[in-house]
């Protein structure tokens, strides 16, 4: 799956809980592109996070039973060659390589020579 989908999907989760609006498990999975086991495995993620989330069958929601709240934050940066130089140290060469009938990739770091 698509990380900054995935992001997504977390973030809007969060705002249908907030407002305590998801509808029932089967309607939440289905506005969200899950499947229901799906849904409850991003809700026990966001539970193992530290948020507290319950459902109530008399107002058909999942809500937050307590004050925390989900910040979810990253960065998308490209990097060009002569930062990666910096970065890494060095030009990363890729060289494939078979052991026992498998294909391998092996990193070598060559230094630049200064």
């Known amino acids: 799956m698509n990380f900054r989908k995935y992001i997504e999907r977390i973030k809007y989760l969060d705002e249908l ?9 089967d ?10 086991a799906q849904l409850y495995n991003i ?7 530290g948020l507290e989330i319950n459902y109530t069958r008399k107002r ?3 809500y937050y ?3 925390h709240k989900l910040e979810i934050a990253f960065s998308l940066t490209v990097v ?13 060469n890729f060289g494939p ?3 026992d009938g498998r294909k ?10 200064s």
Do not use: M, W
């Open 17 to 25: 809980i907030r407002k305590e609006s998801t509808g029932r498990p």
């Open 27 to 36: 309607e939440l999975a289905s506005r969200l592109g899950v499947s229901r």
């Open 43 to 49: 809700i026990d993620e966001l539970k193992t996070e």
């Open 60 to 62: 058909n929601t999942f």
């Open 65 to 67: 039973t307590s004050n």
């Open 80 to 92: 060009s060659d002569d930062e990666k130089l910096k970065t890494f140290g060095g030009n990363i």
């Open 97 to 99: 390589i078979f052991l």
């Open 104 to 113: 391998v990739i092996l990193y070598q770091l060559n230094k630049k020579k």
